[in-house]
């Protein structure tokens, strides 16, 4: 299993929401970049890179800090947040971007996103399942979809999407752990995907978990900002994988 570390961007910073909240931010360090290179100095190989002035903007915004990470790192970056067009997503791996996240346009515009996994492949496109009250949010979790995570799934991976982060939004940024249940359900009916687990990861045995169910990766944020997860303890936890 994959240990992703996130950054979350706004206005060129790397902050952390509390349950997606943008009045909730707590501001880490005003350089991204230091932040990522610190990542990669252990050892650790992809980065979450999340831009939310962009998810709420509905456009790509923080595209200069994704070009220096891939620029003066080696991380394989995945992008989201704002990935509503063509041309969002030309700027995406223009910048170096390994893979974009789109979220919001499989809900509101479905044949455009079937579109860029026929266009782009499979693991160039990843599928943001974010949950908020077992429906689908969108736009930087401010919207609630009609959608189920059943349906919605099953939906784009018949299409041919493989890769999946999955956020459950009461658990973002609340150091309580993750939604293993929730993703124990979502292997079961989907065996197949390459689900990526987000939010929550507070402890090593919350990786062991998510690892023992089957998880492609997980995202760590806030417990690596907030210290209860080391950069050393997560490098030796892949390492020992």
Sequence with gaps: MYIIPAIDIIEGKCVRLSQ??????????????????????HGLTRLHLVDLDGAKAKHVVNW???????NYTDLQIDFGGGVKSNEDLKIVFDSGA?????????????DVFHGWL??????????GADLKNG????HGWQNESDHGWESFLDEHTSQGATYVVCTDVAKDGMLAGP???????????FPDLKLI??????????????????CY???????????????KDLQNFQDAG
């Design 20 to 41: 997606g909240a943008y009045d909730r931010k707590t501001i880490y360090h005003d350089d991204p970049l230091e932040v990522a290179k610190s990542f990669a100095d």
């Design 64 to 70: 200069k800090v994704l070009e220096r990470i891939a």
């Design 98 to 110: 390994r893979q974009a996240t789109a979220g919001s346009i499989a809900v509101t515009e479905p």
């Design 118 to 127: 026929q266009s782009h492949g499979s693991e160039k496109i990843i599928l």
């Design 135 to 138: 429906n689908i949010a969108t």
């Design 179 to 189: 939604a293993t249940d929730l993703y124990r359900d979502m292997l079961v009916k």
């Design 197 to 214: 687990a987000s939010g929550g990861v507070t402890t090593l045995s919350d990786l062991e978990e998510l690892r023992t169910i089957g």
């Design 217 to 231: 990766g997980a995202i760590v944020g806030k417990a690596i900002y907030e210290e209860k997860l080391s950069l």
